[in-house]
């Protein structure tokens, strides 16, 4: 037989994976399977995302797109990466199929072999799976559970070496749920930078919490520079099997990512990206207000001069859309309550 190469004996699994298959064999058999293994939503994803997807798909937007992602979207991972504190530009922007691609240019791009690794133990078991491929080594990290800690600091700073190159985690983390609090990020930025050291900072869980939000490290002084930042829809938005993630690289990361991509993926679906943008833009109201005195678009006018509520005329969107408004529901939920509260003053005078 031909030979086998030995890196890809080095790859690892998912059992997540390989049980999803088991669990879908015996729904075969017409049992209802409870599924606790795969990190995914049970519901489905959102019917304004699916439209979204849908009529791409009708519009064509079925060709080649640019290699890092539709300009639109990336902008709009931008604008959603802001209200994180991160400012990262379009350019340092890579969307793939899926956040894993990520994960596997990141290592690619910065690990040669007998590079070492830090990586969370137990983690998602695709970043040793990964390390390894590359030639490097994973060096585990453990978490601090009794505290709720996803790495202990301690442990991690006695396991940096000469050869350390990277640390990675994710916070909230797969499997144990524990977070990496905001002093724990600020030592790791400390050491990232005492050891020079690439961050890879898996933040895909990100909106699937409990407490409020801790900060990304991306966001601390100078880590931009040092972090690759992964997220995606899958989780956030139930999208796993569209595939659609994002990343954000260092500067001199960035160029190398998107060779990575031509090589591999050419680009990501152009009518995913589509649903992709629906999603960060959020959901919309779309009330029929044809049972009021008054026509949509006068509605509109008087809701933004008396009561200070600026919304859309339906009409915007097209015929179809006449005598309804546009709501995006994008904002806070205090604002939401007040722009109602106004709503409804206006419509007692009519
Ligand atoms: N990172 C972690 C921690 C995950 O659990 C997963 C998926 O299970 C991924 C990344 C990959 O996400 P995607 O399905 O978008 O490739």
Redesign the pocket.
Known sequence: MPQIASRVRSLGT?T?LDVLVKARAVEARGRSVIHLE???PDFPTPMHIVEAGVRALRDGKTRYGAPAGLPSLREAICEDLNLRGVRALPDRVLVT?????I?FYGFLATLSPGDEVLVPDP??P?YASMVRFCGAVPVSIPPRLAEGRALDLDALEQAITPRTRMVVF?SP??PTGAIVPEADLRRLAALAERHDLWVMA?E??RRIRYAAEEPSIAALPGMLDRTLL?D????AYAM?GW???WGIFPAALAPHATRLMINSNTCTASFVQEAGLAALRGPYAFPDVRGLPLPSAALADRLLEEEAVALLDGVGFGPGGTGHLRLSFASSLESLEEAADRFGRLVARL
């Open positions: 998912e997540a795969v990190g995914e199929p899926g956040a894993k691609p994960l983690g998602f695709i994710n983390s797969n898996d895909i869980y992964v995606g829809f899958s989780k796993t595939r659609l993630g």
